[in-house]
């Protein structure tokens, strides 16, 4: 049987991802792991002390915990005054990754065309494919990164169906503006399109710059999909739970797809969810000064080997630098020679969107 024949139309589409590539990579020569974006410091004790508690407690079957949505609902209505029904409006999804990918399959049916922003998170634009949806690129304007209204304004087209919003933003560290958020706002509204806004990266911000999510603005909240995690806030990425805020009805759609996928976030991970969504607000203030003493590292320790740092992050843990003028050779190559190389010191990751953003390494602010 040959079975590359049996491969379905969208699976022969798709390559290995380039983030993984590099993982194994430098999983093989024993390197520090340059490639994923996950937090390198450790899971805060009183988490892993419920999630312990909890397998002692024998929860290991098929979960959903109604308290993690109440406390989400308690929270997102509070800081972005909204009024989400915890009972109604929220889905529990192993991660952003599966509550993103629930929301494309729950909106999007074939040729709907989806807005996203470029550069942007790996994911969307494969999500969007196998949903059957098109995605439609807007190029944010470096060095800053900012949004042309016009460019935004004539991406629309009338299949277009919803625009993804991911502030503060990977890979380019920008934290979208009030402003430029009521311009996304004002065209979901005049166009009657919807959005999903990624909002793994809310709690780290820095310098005065502040996360407010698309669906607080006028008009938004009953077509704003609100996806997140506690991967990158409590340094959980692998205990997968995330969510997914949406209006009653398309928020029973996700959590329909999101049982036909994988029925259940994990069970044990769901309980010390409870614990991390009251953690007090001193944690998140700590988390936020330890990225942005981490960020003014690494930004003086670029610039001081020669690379070009035109615009200092303002949230996440990306930044954007540009390779020495007389650097050798291109971005990929030097990617891939930093995965190889055991080091104490700062990472690098690769930018897949060659030619799109220009010769840029994408660096991951994480070492001391
Ligand atoms: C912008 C963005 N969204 C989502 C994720 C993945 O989140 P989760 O672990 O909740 O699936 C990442 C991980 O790197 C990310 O950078």
Redesign the pocket.
Known sequence: MEAANKLSTIAKTFKPSPIQELSHLAQSCNAINLAE?FPDFPAPLHLKNAAISAIHSDFNQYRHVQGVCDYLAKIVNEKHNLDVNPQTDVAICC???EAFAAAVFAIIDKDDEVILFDPC?ETYEACITMAGGVPVYVALDPPHWTLNPETLKRSFTEKTKAIVL?SPH?PTGKVFTKVELEVIAGECCSRDCLAIT?E??EYVTFDNNKHTSLASLSGMKDRTIITS?L?KSFSV?GWRV?WAIAPPLIASAIKNIHVKITDSAPAPFQEAALTALTTPQEYFELLQKDYEYKRDFMVKLLEGIGFQIAFKPQGSFFLFAELPEDFPFTDVFYLVYLSCVPSNDGICKEDDREGRSGGCARAWIFSR
């Open positions: 974006g991660g952003q990754t998170f991911n990977n990624d793994v990266y995690s991967s990425t995330g």
